[in-house]
């Protein structure tokens, strides 16, 4: 009996479309709960990033790389400058969570 045709898969062919979350942090800003009450349609929330710093880019909440963000085809994008590795990250030993992400309504 031969062995089938097909060759033997490598050990991370089979984790390869398992979806992981991406999320982009803009950046970030604290402020009093009655000011949180107070947002509406049109209010503008300061973050402390200026806009030519770079962007964190989370992979299911550890952060991988920062970058630019641009813009494709009328979408936000974010162009990688710079792999994070273990000794840049303070957060490897206990990777740290970007804020929750806001759904589309």
């Given amino acids: 009996m031969s062995p089938p045709n097909n060759t033997p898969a490598q050990p991370l062919d089979m984790v390869m479309d398992i979806p992981v979350e991406i999320s982009v942090e803009l950046g970030t800003t604290e402020m009093p709960l009655r000011d ?11 973050l402390n990033k200026k806009s030519d ?4 880019l989370y992979v299911n909440r ?17 162009k990688i400058t ?24």
Wanted: charged content about 20%; proline content about 11%; aromatic content about 2%.
């Fill in 36 to 46: 949180v009450m107070k947002l509406a349609s049109g209010s503008v929330i300061e």
């Fill in 82 to 105: 710079n792999l994070i590795t273990d000794q840049e990250n303070p957060d490897a030993a206990a990777p740290a969570a970007p804020p929750a992400a806001a759904k589309p309504a």
């Fill in 62 to 78: 550890k952060l991988v790389a920062k970058g630019e963000v641009v813009v494709v085809d009328n979408n936000y994008g974010i």
């Fill in 53 to 56: 710093e770079p962007v964190c």
